[in-house]
């Protein structure tokens, strides 16, 4: 990677989520490779090893994934076919990854993640983490944050600590872009997983919006989706750009219904988090949609959504604009089927920023 500097960025960063091992995947990667990448950011559900037996056989025992079931059965040789598929392209580019739930992969005495954090390398020492779930590295002028959803994040937690101490490291004279990613989003419209992170927002947004984040990337959801500028659900010139990137051509069906579509709103007590064993997501307080648990129609905050499988990737031009494209599979590896240029405007937010990050100091 370029040196850490404010003239200085990678050319292209790919970013894919859900992959697994199909014809979809192959066409993903083909794509991206074609399309030459510089860096690879893959956000969480790698190799989807959790839905085979182990004698090798696919599942659709879903419900095994769940971590109140005892033992995960995971058929390991699916990350080793996995490798050797993804060897062309990861042998000429770095690639980082961070967790998904399909990770999780859990063993007996309560281990999971086992091949995860056996099979990555992460640069989790050098960020100041002791975890292989959350860490950050820096690539040329942008500053990135990889989080653990399904680990500890509540603010009395190691992980939120560790996230106060690498937020308040960093020089933005020196990296001014600030990109966080994680694998289940806060702000996606899809029915499939609506709102299943939200015990995450509520832990963790004020201090990600409190210093600027620029833009998060997700997947988890099997489609696309882009929001405009957005921070407690509310329309923030000063919040990050939200994008939902888990459509990299996983095994499991694509999310093709939106919760603000009649018939498909999900049930608030269909939505507890499994994880940290919270509830969170309770009809909005406040906005277009208040008393209700989701929209009428397409929220404010989304911007495009689409469901193709396909990738995205990021081009950071200097300080202040960088160009963010999505591919669709279906089309060539050169058609873009989204295209925005995210542009930084720190001038505008300093006051708002430095409010909120006064008042969690003082809580
Ligand atoms: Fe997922």
């Given at each position: 990677m370029p040196i850490s500097g404010p003239k200085s960025y990678p050319g292209r960063i790919a970013v894919v989520g859900d992959l697994g091992l199909t014809y979809n995947t192959t066409t993903t990667i083909n794509h991206l490779t074609s399309n030459e990448p510089d860096l690879l950011l893959l956000i969480g559900d790698v190799t989807y090893a959790n839905l085979y037996l182990t004698n090798g056989t696919g599942s659709d025992c879903y419900s095994c994934s769940f971590p109140q079931t005892p033992i995960h059965e995971t058929y390991q040789p699916r990350w080793d076919y996995w490798g050797r598929f993804m060897q062309n392209l990861v042998s000429k580019v770095p690639m980082m990854v961070v967790e998904g739930n399909?990770?999780?992969e859990k063993q007996a005495?309560?281990?999971?993640?086992v091949a995860y954090s056996s099979r990555f390398a992460f640069p989790s020492e050098e960020s100041g983490s002791s975890s292989t779930f959350y860490y950050s590295f820096n690539a040329g002028g942008i500053h990135f944050i990889m989080l653990g959803a399904y680990t500890d994040y509540a603010r009395t937690g190691e992980q939120y600590k560790w996230l106060e101490r690498d937020l308040a490291t960093v020089d933005r004279s020196v990296t001014p872009w600030l990109v966080a990613a994680w694998h289940p989003?806060?702000?996606?419209?899809?029915?499939?997983?609506?709102?299943?992170a939200e015990c995450m927002r509520v832990h963790i947004e004020d201090l990600l919006y409190s210093y600027g984040v620029d833009i998060v990337l997700n997947g988890h959801i099997h489609a696309y989706e882009r929001s405009n500028r957005v921070y407690n659900y509310n329309l923030d010139p000063c919040g990050p750009v939200h994008i939902t990137i888990g459509d990299g051509g996983n095994r499991e069906k694509m999310a093709i219904n939106?919760?603000?579509?009649?018939?498909?709103c999900p049930d608030?007590?269909?939505?507890?988090d499994p994880y940290m064993g919270?509830?969170?997501?309770?009809?909005?307080?406040?906005?277009?949609?208040?008393?209700?648990?989701?929209?009428?129609?397409?929220?404010?905050?989304?911007a495009f959504r689409e469901s193709s499988f396909g990738y995205g990737i990021l081009e950071v031009k200097n300080e202040t604009w960088a160009l963010w494209s999505w591919y669709r599979n279906q089309d060539s590896y050169n058609e873009v089927g989204d295209q925005i240029y995210i542009v930084r405007q720190p001038h505008l937010c300093p006051i708002n920023q430095k409010v909120c990050r006064e008042y969690f100091a003082a809580i």
């Amino acid at each position: 990677m370029p040196i850490s500097g404010p003239k200085s960025y990678p050319g292209r960063i790919a970013v894919v989520g859900d992959l697994g091992l199909t014809y979809n995947t192959t066409t993903t990667i083909n794509h991206l490779t074609s399309n030459e990448p510089d860096l690879l950011l893959l956000i969480g559900d790698v190799t989807y090893a959790n839905l085979y037996l182990t004698n090798g056989t696919g599942s659709d025992c879903y419900s095994c994934s769940f971590p109140q079931t005892p033992i995960h059965e995971t058929y390991q040789p699916r990350w080793d076919y996995w490798g050797r598929f993804m060897q062309n392209l990861v042998s000429k580019v770095p690639m980082m990854v961070v967790e998904g739930n399909h990770e999780i992969e859990k063993q007996a005495e309560d281990k999971k993640f086992v091949a995860y954090s056996s099979r990555f390398a992460f640069p989790s020492e050098e960020s100041g983490s002791s975890s292989t779930f959350y860490y950050s590295f820096n690539a040329g002028g942008i500053h990135f944050i990889m989080l653990g959803a399904y680990t500890d994040y509540a603010r009395t937690g190691e992980q939120y600590k560790w996230l106060e101490r690498d937020l308040a490291t960093v020089d933005r004279s020196v990296t001014p872009w600030l990109v966080a990613a994680w694998h289940p989003p806060w702000y996606s419209t899809y029915k499939a997983h609506y709102r299943e992170a939200e015990c995450m927002r509520v832990h963790i947004e004020d201090l990600l919006y409190s210093y600027g984040v620029d833009i998060v990337l997700n997947g988890h959801i099997h489609a696309y989706e882009r929001s405009n500028r957005v921070y407690n659900y509310n329309l923030d010139p000063c919040g990050p750009v939200h994008i939902t990137i888990g459509d990299g051509g996983n095994r499991e069906k694509m999310a093709i219904n939106f919760a603000d579509e009649p018939g498909h709103c999900p049930d608030p007590s269909s939505t507890p988090d499994p994880y940290m064993g919270g509830f969170c997501a309770t009809n909005f307080t406040f906005g277009p949609a208040v008393s209700k648990f989701c929209w009428d129609r397409q929220p404010d905050y989304s911007a495009f959504r689409e469901s193709s499988f396909g990738y995205g990737i990021l081009e950071v031009k200097n300080e202040t604009w960088a160009l963010w494209s999505w591919y669709r599979n279906q089309d060539s590896y050169n058609e873009v089927g989204d295209q925005i240029y995210i542009v930084r405007q720190p001038h505008l937010c300093p006051i708002n920023q430095k409010v909120c990050r006064e008042y969690f100091a003082a809580i």
